[in-house]
């Protein structure tokens, strides 16, 4: 739409354009078929536990320091429900959201490493204004998680960790403990940005803010 200031023609963006945007971005983030089930309204509470995490969700979604979230804990916990949740208020409120399920992407970009399409594989998942990488260091059939697999996953936690911009969801059946026991700066770099807004289920009914 158009106004006049001074004298001068004056563009901004019409509501319209914001709404074909929003509805952009949630096709392209990956997590169109979730979002519908996935919200915060459909995350059933039964303890105070789930009550108050799922209230310090919420409050991750309004934070503009740029922090990053962290869910850990065994599956069926709530994870991925929560996280989603929170990617589509994201996305509601404008922000271009990208989705990453790490088993399946782990292996095509391994895969490409050595040839020329490994830098355009890396590079949405590197500039996404936020990325939500579920299920991370999540393997096949029990395996170990290889070397190569956190070496790949610090390349792109790092690009992001170096971008105050960029913001980061993960979820993870590894505590951030594991995780530094696998790569100290991979863990470090995860636990610095995420201060506020770690949770780990601990499988007990129950839950752990860090």
């Given at each position: 739409s158009a106004y006049v200031v001074n004298g001068e023609i004056v563009y901004r963006p019409c509501k319209c354009l914001k709404i074909r945007s929003c509805l952009r971005n949630i096709r392209e983030s990956g997590l169109e078929p979730l979002l519908g089930e996935k919200t915060f309204e459909?995350?059933?509470?039964?303890?105070?536990?789930?009550?108050?995490?799922?209230q310090r969700v919420q409050e991750y979604v309004q934070d503009e320091t740029g922090a990053w979230m962290v869910l850990t804990g065994c599956q069926g916990s709530g994870k991925t429900h929560l996280c989603t949740a929170a990617c589509g208020e994201l996305l509601k409120n404008g922000?271009?959201?990208?989705?990453?399920?790490?088993?399946?992407?782990?292996?095509?970009?391994?895969?490409?490493?050595?040839?020329?399409?490994y830098a355009e594989m890396m590079k949405p998942w590197k500039q996404a204004e936020v990325l939500y990488i579920d299920d991370l260091f999540k393997t096949k059939r029990g395996e170990e998680v290889s070397g190569p697999d956190v070496r790949l996953?610090?390349?792109?936690?790092?690009?992001?960790?170096?971008?105050?911009?960029?913001r980061t969801i993960i979820s993870s059946e590894k505590t951030l403990d594991e995780i530094i026991n696998l790569d100290q700066a991979?863990?470090?770099?995860?636990?610095?940005?995420?201060?506020?807004?770690?949770?780990?289920?601990?499988?007990?009914?129950?839950?752990?803010?860090?």
């Open positions: 459909a995350y059933y509470v039964r303890e105070d536990w789930q009550r108050l995490v799922k922000i271009a959201v990208r989705y990453m399920l790490w088993i399946d992407e782990i292996q095509r970009l391994k895969a490409a490493k050595t040839d020329e399409r996953a610090f390349e792109l936690i790092n690009y992001r960790y170096i971008d105050p911009k960029k991979l863990g470090g770099r995860l636990r610095e940005k995420s201060k506020g807004f770690y949770f780990r289920f601990t499988g007990e009914k129950d839950w752990r803010l860090r």
